[in-house]
């Protein structure tokens, strides 16, 4: 059984630092990962989404990267900002499932 | 506003009672989904709908759920005789499955409906 593991389960950074998130999955045999941005009592917000055939995926000051070998994904927020505080949750789709496994997420907190 | 809905929001009641929820989603989108998310959790999903077919049922969709997508539109997911562990944040996906067998499709969630059993 997939298990997406995200670590860590909080950040807190101030203003203006880059910073990493990490996502680890089990079963490399996925078809994509997604990370998702989710603001307090909210819905879920796509922010982007690796092919298992690609390697990474940039939007703006959003860079994730896929590694499905070793199981892990990371995504690297540029010049953090305080709207950027928010839960990041990373999912993986597998072939032939159609639910997604996704981590418990990352907390995070931008000081100005 | 184009996106997935969901309604109510929020809602209360009291252990044993039945509750319905709703959701909309895009109008073009052929697939349905709906998660669970507790506290501190990442969703799980729940069940999914192509058009109007129940495709997948994940084993935490008790015999006291129910969901239905009757006219491949918008769908509703029901829980009867409420407990107090089916608290949670209940969300809504849609996306757009075309043919040709690739599974591109990005899902696009809805605000969610929380739900508090007392």
């Known amino acids: 059984k997939q298990e997406v593991t995200q670590i860590p389960a909080a950040l807190s950074v101030p203003e203006g630092e880059n910073l990493v998130l990490n996502c680890s999955f089990t079963d490399s045999a996925i078809y994509n990962l997604q990370w998702f941005r989710q603001d307090p009592g909210k819905g879920l917000t796509s922010l982007l989404l690796i092919q298992s055939s690609q390697r990474e995926q940039t939007s703006g000051r959003l860079n994730a990267s896929l590694d499905k070998s070793s199981g892990r994904s990371t995504l690297y927020i540029a010049a953090s900002q305080p709207g950027d505080s928010a839960t990041y949750l990373c999912a993986v789709s597998e072939p032939y499932n159609n639910d997604m496994r996704f981590g418990a997420g990352t907390r995070l907190t931008v000081k100005p | 506003d184009t996106g997935v809905s969901q309604n109510p929001r929020h809602k209360i009641t009291k252990r044993g009672q039945n509750v319905t929820f709703r959701c909309d989603p895009i109008?073009?989108?052929?697939?349905l989904y709906w998660y669970r998310q507790t506290l501190g959790q990442g969703p799980e999903f729940l069940t999914y709908?192509?058009?109007?077919?129940?495709?997948?049922k994940s084993r935490l969709l008790s015999d006291r759920f129910s969901a239905e997508r009757p006219k491949g539109s918008f769908s509703t997911l029901e829980i009867q005789r409420t407990e107090q562990g089916d608290s949670a944040m209940y969300l809504c996906?849609?996306?757009?499955?075309?043919?040709?067998?690739?599974?591109?499709?990005?899902?696009?969630f809805g605000p969610g409906t929380r739900l508090l059993v007392l």
């Open positions: 709908f192509q058009n109007e077919a129940q495709l997948e």
């Open positions: 996906a849609s996306s757009l499955r075309t043919s040709g067998g690739d599974w591109k499709e990005t899902q696009y």
């Open positions: 109008s073009e989108h052929n697939r």
